[in-house]
Nanobody, 119 residues
Framework: QVQLAESGGGLVQPGGSLRLSCTGS????????AAWYRQAPGKQRELVAR????????YVDSVVQGRFTISKDNAKNTAYLQMNSLKPEDTAVYYC????????????WGQGTQVTVSS
């Protein structure tokens, strides 16, 4: 099953920054919205940010509003999540996907990329 490849995670101190990348196949992000999700230990996967296929409409969860920015490069079929002012509560495995208008996900979930915020 085709999956996306997430990268860019790591260990960072509180207040630090990371930039996550996610590369898909074909022109998937030109056809569908790109979205980043995260799952912390013992919690359900939750939507962090989503960018429309045209890039003109973005959603960012209120918890990360002002700190995280989602973007994408359709030519590279890559989505990004710039994370600034990271907090320990941002620690989670981060996943990306292509979201259909119905809310369904185009890909199965990959391994994600671990983000750990700790001093």
């Amino acid at each position: 099953q085709v999956q996306l490849a997430e990268s860019g995670g790591g260990l960072v101190q509180p207040g630090g920054s990371l930039r996550l990348s996610c590369t898909g196949s074909g022109s998937i992000f030109s056809m569908f919205a790109a979205a980043w999700y995260r799952q912390a230990p013992g919690k359900q996967r939750e939507l962090v940010a989503r960018i429309s296929r045209g890039g003109s409409a973005n959603y960012v969860d209120s918890v990360v509003q002002g700190r995280f920015t989602i973007s994408k490069d359709n030519a590279k079929n890559t989505a990004y999540l710039q994370m600034n002012s990271l907090k320990p509560e941002d620690t989670a495995v981060y996943y990306c996907n292509a979201d259909l208008p119905s809310g369904a996900h185009y890909y199965g979930w990959g391994q994600g990329t671990q983000v750990t915020v700790s001093s």
